[in-house]
């Protein structure tokens, strides 16, 4: 970004002071013509500077029809030059189930069992059968039971990386009930999941359902299998009832957590997601209030959490405060930073103290700070709903030399008050400009302007405009 035009710097500076999931299945490979290469001296040269080509997976079925992939089968196995090893037999069924529904999919696999005796399917190749069953479209819970029995009856026991399997493919569709079901079956029958998978489907249950309907999952898993929620559990749980402004009930669930007999202690980015819901409501005693608890609890603040609490408080318009809480900050070792800066601009520019915020700009790029596109919006934006036109058209074009985005506020904000001014020409050179860099859609910039344009009309009309 450019620096801060000479005419901004005649303003005197405020004082500021300063999980790993479980891996699914590797992807078997690639089902292709297997005929061996005769000549090996046709293979190309490589370097280090041009490696070999590969050529893109091209899928040997053509159609999804169960008997001509028998025929396919049969004709490969045939002429292959190659051991039909494990690797080929799961990229067979890899490729035909990707167009292929569920039961002909199993129908091959019965084939290529009877066919090849010598034929051994591992935990992968079901695995292959049991993911198709619960992605594909028209599949249903049979389907997946029914897999689910060839792995039992073939000896091959359901772990707990079957049950992340089925639990992550139908959360995936949108089949978060029968995702639940079936977590618990196979807990009960075979194997209880690990902690990812478990919340992976309180996560997706979070989304989906109401807080009563999830805590009535947690509590069955608990009491009836002992898969008991641990940390990251609480933090989903936080999360969703922060992002439903239920802070309450977050508090609540800090205080279970932190009364918990697991050793389970609330962290910072707990009272940070807590923090983060106080502050989007405007709540800033209540964000002074989590972070007070935070310090008492022995848990240290970080970055997050000033910059989270100086834009709670700045939105609250305390700027006085969100300062202090600056100068906090830069003493517990923490440099604010484009948010920082931004959040205070913000602040700043609703008490109508867009000066204020303007020399603010200056001390930030001083500090090696670079503003961004926002910053720059919630500048442009308090100057010209401060009148100070001068300025906010300066600011623009240093915006626009540098090739910064508008944000709609911004965009209305200067467009309506340069047709305010009179200024209509101007505005269209706005509206040019915030099309021409795809700041917003043609549609949403033209009702922007056509809007003021008409607003105008009607109080010329009145005597209200000269």
């Known amino acids: 970004m450019g620096k801060v035009p000479p005419s901004f710097r005649s303003f005197p500076a405020n004082q500021l002071v300063r999980k790993p999931t479980p891996s699914p299945p590797a992807t078997p490979r690639d089902f292709r013509n297997r005929t061996a290469v ?29 008997s001509d992939a028998k025929s396919l089968f049969n004709s490969i196995a045939a002429t292959s030059r190659i051991p039909l090893d494990l690797k080929f037999h799961n990229s067979v069924l890899q490729s035909y189930a990707s167009i292929a529904a569920v039961d002909d999919t199993v129908k091959l696999f019965q084939h290529i069992l009877k ?146 007999h697991n050793g389970f202690k609330p962290d910072c980015f707990v009272y940070n997601t807590i923090m983060k819901g106080f502050c989007t409501l405007s709540k800033g005693s209540e964000a002074i209030g989590v972070y007070k608890k935070m310090k008492e609890e022995g848990i240290e603040p970080d970055h997050i959490t000033y910059n989270t609490l100086i834009y709670g408080l700045s939105k609250s318009g305390r700027v006085e405060e969100a300062r202090k809480y600056l100068k906090i900050m830069v003493e517990a070792g923490y440099e604010p930073d484009t948010a920082t800066y931004t959040s205070l601009m913000n602040g700043m520019c609703r008490k109508g103290e867009s000066l204020g915020a303007l020399s603010l700009l200056e001390e930030m790029e001083a500090k090696g700070c670079v503003p961004n596109d926002c910053t720059y919006n919630t500048l442009l934006h308090g100057l010209c709903k401060a009148r100070l036109m001068d300025k906010g058209m300066e600011l623009y074009e240093l915006m626009k030399a540098n090739g910064v985005k508008l944000e709609t506020n911004g965009y209305a904000t200067l467009v309506r008050s340069l047709v305010k001014c009179g200024k209509v020409a101007e505005a269209y050179e706005v509206f040019d400009y915030a099309v021409e860099s795809k700041s917003l859609t043609d549609a949403s910039a033209y009702t922007t302007l056509e809007t003021t344009l008409k607003w105008l009309k009607k109080a010329k009309e009145k005597g209200l405009v000269v």
């Open 115 to 260: 066919s090849q005796p010598k034929f051994s399917p591992g935990r992968s190749t079901y695995l292959i059968l049991l993911s198709h069953a619960c992605r594909a479209p028209d599949s249903s819970i049979a389907n997946i039971h029914r897999v689910l029995n060839l792995m039992v009856n073939s000896g091959c026991e359901p772990d707990h990386v079957t049950t992340d399997i089925v639990v992550r493919s139908l959360c995936e569709t949108g089949r978060v009930d029968e995702a639940k079901d079936l977590m618990k079956e196979l807990t009960e029958k075979h194997s209880p999941p690990d902690t990812y998978t478990y919340n992976f489907l309180l996560k997706y249950m979070c989304k989906s359902k109401s807080l009563g309907v999830v805590y009535e999952f947690v509590d069955e898993m608990r009491e009836s299998f002992d898969v008991k929620p641990d940390l990251v559990s609480f933090t989903i749980l936080i999360d969703n009832v922060c992002n439903s402004k239920n802070l309450r009930e977050a508090m609540f669930l800090v205080d279970v957590l932190g009364n918990s």
């Open 38 to 66: 005769r000549d090996s001296t046709r293979l190309p040269q490589t370097t280090h500077h041009q490696p070999l080509h590969r050529e893109p997976f091209r899928n040997p079925f053509k159609s999804p029809s169960l």
